[in-house]
């Protein structure tokens, strides 16, 4: 028998109750494989990361993706990470 108050409390994890992590956690079964699992991280990682900064994830995408494709050198990839990011009106505007 255990006095009033004593049981053990669990911590909530980060996101446990947040209705859009809830959402995901079935959505994220339907991955089709491991490796789409760890795409899909990556992916969800860098959207979360983009909304922490305050900055629009599909502006960001969009114009990362296009530079990547027009050859962004790949010993300033540090540039292209969502805490790290000028926006191309930001710049344009410095």
Not at 22 to 38: I, P, T, Y
Not at 43 to 71: F, G, H, W
Request: glycine share 8%.
């Amino acid at each position: 028998m255990h006095a009033i108050g004593s049981e053990s409390l669990l911590l909530a994890r980060y996101g446990q109750n947040n209705p859009a992590i809830a959402l995901g956690r079935k959505n994220h079964l339907f991955a089709g494989s491991d490796g789409g699992g760890e795409h899909w991280a990556v992916i969800a990682s860098l959207i979360e990361t983009c909304k922490m900064n305050s900055i629009d994830p599909q502006t960001y995408l969009r114009d990362v993706l296009a530079k990547i494709v027009a050859r962004h050198p790949m010993d300033r990839i540090d540039e292209l990470l969502p805490f790290a990011y000028v926006p191309a009106a930001d710049k344009a505007a410095a």
